[in-house]
């Protein structure tokens, strides 16, 4: 496992990460939690990734039992808030109460004296940025949160964001989540640009389209049984990628992949690491070979003539 600097930072994080969303609480089990969470870090994963409103909690709760035979120091933590955990007008947002309610619930489902990244889970344009990063730096001063991200701001977002941070000198932002992958490739002409001058990096989601982008999804075929696809109430965003304009690319892609005899989720993993922007892509597994899959990924540096060919095939 290859490990890079988030940000400017002197913080290391590993080029693969472990997610929960859409798997702990939900598809995944208390007892493979904690299998799939101890073969993480068998791998060299030192990065783990969750958010309050996944599965309402519960991925917090079952990740914090996972990681109690572990080490504190021994990896990073993330954990986000925005989204509604609650009917109340207040139960939602990034008010100054949200953020310091969810912080120390998170702390407690977690069962964990401080996270090392709380983000911003969307940008929420009815709170003042500076309430919501006053409350961040109060956070950090009382060392329950070590850095500050957002995640899906856009760059205009995440420039006010620095910019308020600066002028009240406030802790800056020093990490982006934004979906990014072979299908999904907004954030390459304004945020990486922006971020790059700015010393953010990117942790990007979805790297392998919902898992279109691992081969398992073929032009012409049934639905594997049990896959996603195959559970509409599991995750609707899958099917933003299960047209016939993206299964001819994937086609074109396992191609590129055979050539170098490497699977395509280590293709598209590989190609969204040869961005120096990106720290780390967050993966989530239902089971423990995908995620043995997706590590190899790490330190596979693509030659130029692979990726202009992959260009030509996503062009």
């Known amino acids: 496992m290859k490990y890079r600097r988030l940000g400017r930072t002197g913080l290391k994080v590993s080029e693969i990460s472990l997610g929960s969303w859409l798997t702990y609480g939900n598809s995944v089990a208390e007892e493979t939690v904690a299998k799939m969470t101890q073969r993480a870090f068998d791998l060299g994963i030192n990065f783990l990734d969750t958010a309050n409103v996944y599965a309402k909690g519960e991925a917090e709760i079952l990740l914090g039992k996972a990681l109690k035979s572990h080490s504190r120091d021994s990896y990073v933590l993330a954990t986000k808030a925005f989204w509604p955990m609650g009917d109340g007008p207040n139960d939602r947002g990034l008010s100054r109460k949200h953020v310091f309610e969810q912080v120390h619930a998170s702390l407690k489902r977690l069962q964990t004296d401080y996270v090392d990244i ?15 990063l006053r409350t961040i730096e109060d956070m950090v001063r009382q060392g329950k949160v070590l850095y500050v991200g957002v995640s899906e701001w856009t760059a205009a977002q995440i420039q006010e964001g620095l910019s308020v941070a600066d002028r009240y000198l406030l802790d800056r932002i020093v990490v982006n989540q934004p979906q990014y992958n072979m299908f999904n490739r907004t954030i390459e002409s304004e945020i990486i640009p922006l971020s790059e001058r700015s010393g953010v990096s990117q942790v990007v989601f979805s790297p392998l389209a919902q898992g279109v982008l691992t081969g398992k999804y073929r032009k012409g075929q049934q639905l594997p049984e049990g896959s996603r696809a195959n559970d509409p109430t599991a995750n609707a965003w899958i099917f933003n990628f299960l047209g016939e304009a993206h299964l001819d690319k994937v086609e ?5 992949a055979n050539e170098l005899s490497v699977s395509l989720s280590t293709l598209a993993l590989a190609w969204i690491l040869r961005q120096s922007n990106v720290a780390s892509a967050l993966v989530g597994a239902t089971k423990i070979e995908q995620l043995e899959e997706n590590v190899k990924a790490s330190g596979v540096v693509l030659p130029a003539d692979v990726i202009q060919k992959i260009e030509e095939i996503l062009a």
């Open 252 to 256: 074109q892609l396992i191609g590129v």
């Open 118 to 132: 709380f983000y911003c889970h969307r940008y929420d344009p009815e709170t003042p940025v500076e309430e919501t």
